[in-house]
């Protein structure tokens, strides 16, 4: 299917303010960019850059007062998302080395934390695929998904206790999960068609079989119509706008 | 200024045929895309990556018979190129570990074998951006630009031999000679604004002082108005276009 | 000077175990690796890969039973530290892409919740490397150092509020404080001749001026003689010992 | 079966040169670095990094005079090269990203000039490892092994004309015959146990089925004992020293 999504940013800014920025979605496996347009209220000077996930980023100095970033992409996309209950469980010895920095714990996903907890939701299930999927099934059926409720970064751990959140809470709630039973997990920040509130959307991707495969908690049905913009270990490293540091 | 390029390619192809294209420039220091736009004339599944040198490619099969692929950007680019006579050469032990590789000699560019012919060229010029220019001027004097006479890459020294070239021969040319006197460079591939004919042209990059510079033998003046889409160490990394293996 | 250093590793597993260590230091800008040796008690199959921060990093699988890993180093290493007081802040615009990273918070160093905290402890001192030296001497004087204390890594948080640590813990504390004021730090695992208790050593270097510089909140003094093993964001990226996952 | 490598190098220079060596092996699939040793005759300052083919490089200004360096290395490798006769030929389009440069043709390889010749070593073959093994019986029986004869390179293309060559000329031969016909092939350096005159040895390997092969056409049996110090391209990449830029 063809999505097209648009991006307003509106900063006002009382100092000129460097940042750092994730604009482009790249073009992959399951999505083609075949338009994109950026538009900035007053002419900047942009340098452009791969950070060690393969995301683009953009660094700038925005303005003091007004400034509006524009952003419109038009993508080739799945219509559905696959789904593979039974994909197995990858040995940690047996996982490309890729993948192995995505069961470290991390800022927002302390996985290190939560193996009590974890173990208790995937009981039973099948080892891999499975064990993911128990997981967001416990999250929708015990952590109520509240848009708009969240200003700071929760963790994972606080999002456990709190019992509520929004897209990311969920996102980092199931990944540090999923990390905490050896399953390497990331997060994804993108677009999903037919989302109530048009607005950036943030979900995950674990790691079995021998494939990355997409999981959202905070929807009832996995859907497709996405488009990735940023992978990352966490929020932490997938900050589609950084405050002056 | 903003420069607007568009490209058409048609193929026609006995067999279905993997390809490999670099077909989207990405924004950096000099430029910043602010719209592109890709279509092919059937729909194809195409997965992008980064190769070693940081270009963007796009891996695909193109079906048997025709195969149209169209592509536009418009990018804010440079209204001219910065010179720096004087610029100092860098001590091999000096230069960033990233530009060392771009001393070594490749398919097209034969530097272990211009040494002589080059020393000749810079003779009493000072060392560094200089000689560049020195190796730039040569050409220009004794390397008669021809556009259109070049079915099959020719290597550095053959078009020496051959004494005229199209802009990849020059190109290349420049560059095995700079290196061949310790000069880091490398090729690049894009649009230059207000080219007679408009096509896909050639230039390469010295690193001196402590930065690259463009340079671009088969152009009387050293103009701006250029979109970069890819680099490499010669046209062999540099393809915009790849025949069956 | 001419360092030697050895590490025995002993484990007691009850299953077969995969691991991930990073035995090897690498020889680098302060420090010449001239002899390495490596031994294992069983004959393992063990396969090496650069993670993404440049670390040499070794898989296998740890046979049941016990198990011993015997590692030994001579290392040509620096006599002192460089110290830079006065060298200047980086302007989060001027900070070259590879530095980045090491401004964003990680599981072990929470620097978005400690910016009141470490502004404090900043006041009155220059931009940069002095306000690195200037929480250097606050944790010294306010979070004893007390080796042997801690068995699972407590965050920079944690180490703050319970007021002692290990050298770890102050390492990342240290490396807390510095980010939530913009500068960049990274942490640094290794050795450092004449340690009292000799053994697995973590400091952190902090860019600023225009590169890292070596900083160890838990010495009195900034001494020379250290061999390099692994760097990270924090205590997570450097493991030199991974338990089952 | 552990084999130990020594190697000497006596350089007599009438100026202070940089030189950038790959003076260490790296463990990996097939071999474990159990102990190294490198020793100067004069204390020099080295500095390490990772080119863009993993390869460990030490650069180092050698000053005027006479400079030995002393290695040795003592590993633990297969005491058999794997053989998979039938292993079959990948589709470019199938083929990992990491693999497609290593069809490019390159200085030594001018795999764009042999497609004819190869096609003809290879009739009748199964396509892949087959094919691989056809080019290494041709050259066997075609272009014999004479240690010692050449000091500068030769391409891939003049080793097939002159009839004859050294390990490292028979290697790049191999690798562009390999390459016109659409099989990935790189260089390795390195050493042989059993080597008549022991010295550095190259030979390549090839990717067919679902990994690399090594392949040596200078040796009549494929034997084991290898340690493997360098990969790349061509010998353009593999420098275990270079002469003054």
Known sequence: MRVRATCNLELHL??????????????????????????FSEPVSVLE????????????????????????AEVETSDSMDVALGATFVNVQDLPEQVLGYLLPTRYCESDRLGDVSRKMVEGANLGYDQVASICIWIRNNIPYSPGTSDTPLSAFEVYKQGHGVCRDLAHLGIALCRSISIPTRMV?????????????????AYVGDRWYTFDPSQEKLKGGRISIAYGRDAANVMSFTRPY
Chains 1, 2, 3, 4 share one sequence.
């Open 14 to 39: 009382r100092i000129a303010t460097p940042l750092i920025l994730m604009l482009r979605p790249q073009s992959g496996a399951s999505q083609w960019i075949f338009r994109e347009e950026y538009t």
């Open 189 to 205: 920040v993108g677009y999903l068609y037919g989302l109530e509130l048009m607005d950036l959307h943030a979900w995950f991707e």
């Open 49 to 72: 850059y791969s950070d060690i996930f393969g995301n683009l980023c953009q660094r700038l100095v925005a303005p003091a007062g007004e400034f509006k970033i524009y952003t419109a």
